[in-house]
């Protein structure tokens, strides 16, 4: 073999090729799907007309319905992104300092929502949550109220569920974020008098920010393309953009409606994640 067949320039190609195609066929494709799909003639006896229009997103801007949910829908999402990021952080931080026989055990605790199916999980959490569930039950038997206080059916148990669902996935990018930062630099940090709480905030936060960064757009994503969750937390009466976007699609039969839509909470949940990483990116430099 000379060396300019080792050099060879297709070589790397295909290597790339395997993966190119699949995210081709199972990610780029639908997305395509989806856009024309979108940008199809809405019809009343079946799922779209032959011709092409943009009913569909003319309907979202002319209904305020659809905006209110799209702004309840990241509201949802950012609410449960900042209770993640709240419990999550000092979670994973007392794991990666913890000795190696508790680190595995409170590894497994963390993981084992996931072992859970999501269905299983949100019914769970009606259980907890109803009205004559097992905490308004106590509060009630102890008197601490008089009435049930309302914990479904509302953003609060929206927020509460997801936020359980995936925690997991803020903790792990923190944990792998703290546990590349070299413990010589807080102790160098605190042989020049700094308090532990200026270390923190002066050398492990911004040292953990990548992980916190991926952590956060991981939950925020997963949070505003939530369906099972709010469905059966909410109880259908807080509509989230992908509750809508479902029933549009399977209820109404109305593809173009429900395509744009989808487009609309994807392309918004993008832009939202891009202003995240470019303050997060100003505030690590």
């Known amino acids: 073999m000379t060396a300019h067949t080792m050099r060879s320039p297709s070589r790397p190609l295909l290597l790339v090729a395997p993966a190119a195609v699949l995210i081709g066929v199972f990610l780029i494709l639908p997305y395509l799907n989806i856009v024309v799909?979108?940008?199809?003639?809405p019809a009343t006896t079946t799922p779209y007309g032959s011709g092409f229009s943009t009913a569909g997103y003319a309907k979202f801007f002319a209904d305020f319905y659809y905006a209110g949910a799209l702004l309840q829908t990241l509201w949802i999402g950012l609410l449960s992104t900042l209770v993640c990021f709240v419990l999550g952080f000092p979670l994973a931080l007392q794991i990666v300092r913890a000795s190696?026989?508790?680190r595995g055990l409170l590894y497994g605790i963390v993981l084992s929502p996931l072992l859970v199916g999501i269905v299983v999980?949100?019914?769970g959490w009606t259980i907890l949550l109803g009205n004559n569930g097992v905490i308004n039950r106590?509060?009630?038997?102890?008197?601490?109220?008089?009435?049930?206080?309302?914990?479904?059916?509302?953003?609060?148990?929206?927020v509460v569920a997801l936020s359980h669902v995936f925690l997991p996935f803020m903790v792990l990018p923190i944990m792998g974020a703290l546990q590349a930062i070299d413990p010589a630099l807080e102790d160098a940090a605190r042989s020049l008098g700094a308090s532990p709480r200026r270390?923190?905030?002066?050398?492990?936060?911004?040292?953990a920010l990548p992980g916190i960064q991926s952590g956060a757009i991981l939950v925020f994503v997963l949070a505003v393309s939530a369906y099972v969750t709010p469905v059966l937390i909410g109880g259908m009466r807080i509509k989230t953009m992908a509750v809508i976007v479902?029933?549009?699609?399977?209820d109404q039969f109305q593809w173009p409606l429900g395509s744009a839509l989808a487009?609309?909470?994807?392309?918004?949940a993008t832009l939202v994640v891009v202003l995240f990483m470019r303050l997060t990116r100003i505030r690590w430099k």
């Open 100 to 102: 190696s026989r508790w």
């Open 37 to 41: 799909m979108s940008l199809r003639e």
């Open 121 to 123: 999980r949100s019914y």
């Open 246 to 250: 479902v029933e549009t699609l399977i």
């Open 138 to 158: 106590a509060l009630l038997d102890f008197g601490v109220v008089q009435t049930p206080v309302p914990l479904m059916y509302n953003t609060f148990g929206i």
């Open 263 to 268: 487009l609309i909470l994807s392309a918004t």
């Open 199 to 207: 270390v923190f905030r002066r050398v492990v936060l911004p040292l």
